[in-house]
């Protein structure tokens, strides 16, 4: 069974970067479309990114756009989430998590949201 654990979390002050991983283990990544998403307590969860099992789809969030950059290394079982520019509202829980759906079905309209879901990282951005 897939597993899926995230890392790379933490407290960052504002306008710093940080790269998040989401690393598979118990088979590979490489057939499946990944996102990151992230919640507040008390709030929705909401998708951060998204990209292909090829990596020749990406889509990322309005409101990351352009300081976030998703990537993915299928050999290293991996997906990268790196941040920059951080704001004080990308305070968050972040989730990494696998479908094999497309991304827009995934990520943009989630018609087919993800069936394997990590456990989460803190990211805390704050001075």
């Known amino acids: 069974q897939l597993q899926l654990v995230e890392s790379g979390g933490g407290l960052v002050q504002p306008g710093r970067s940080l790269r998040l991983s989401c690393t598979a283990s118990?088979?590979?990544?490489?057939?499946?479309?990944i996102g990151w998403f992230r919640q507040v307590p008390g709030k929705e969860r909401e998708d951060v990114s998204c990209i292909s099992s090829n990596g020749g789809t990406v889509h990322h969030a309005k409101s990351v756009k352009g300081r976030f950059t998703t990537s993915r290394d299928n050999a290293k079982n991996t997906v990268y989430l790196e941040m920059n520019s951080l704001k004080p509202e990308d305070t968050a829980v972040y989730y990494c998590a696998a479908g094999l759906s497309d991304v827009q079905a995934m990520c943009v309209t989630m018609v087919y949201p993800p069936h394997m879901w990590g456990q989460g990282t803190q990211v805390t951005v704050s001075s």
């Open positions: 118990g088979g590979s990544l490489e057939h499946y479309t």
